[in-house]
Nanobody, 128 residues
């Protein structure tokens, strides 16, 4: 059974930091891409950052570039999202998601529709 479990959310003041974790199980981790997405009430889910476990390709949404860092620990089957210089507009429920990279290296899915498996989400609240 595929499982993605997020943790690390919480309440932090603007300018602070949090590190989110996404622990994966039930699939061949090294053959998948992991994405982080976020959603606020009344809005659609938006992509934040993505990483390929095949070739290490990484990308970020423009709104978080330079402040967030995604990384993957294959031994622990866990993907991290280090979030620095947090802003109130980063407040959202953060989800991690996984998709099999069926075409191998060189691909990095970035839309939520491409992702097959989702975690339950973790709340991040940034106070001003």
């Amino acid at each position: 059974e595929v499982q993605l479990v997020e943790s690390g959310g919480g309440l932090v003041q603007a300018g602070g930091s949090l590190r989110l974790s996404c622990a994966a199980s039930g699939f061949t981790f090294d053959d998948y891409a992991i994405g982080w997405f976020r959603q606020v009430p009344g809005k659609g889910r938006e992509g934040v950052s993505y990483i390929s476990n095949i070739d290490g390709m990484i990308d970020y949404a423009g709104s978080v570039k330079g402040r967030f860092t995604i990384s993957s620990d294959k031994a622990k089957k866990t993907v991290y999202l280090q979030m620095n210089s947090l802003k109130p507009e980063d407040t959202a429920v953060y989800y991690c998601a996984a998709v099999w990279l069926r075409y191998g290296p060189g691909a990095l899915p970035k839309t939520l529709y491409e992702y097959d498996y989702w975690g339950q989400g973790t709340q991040v609240t940034v106070s001003s």
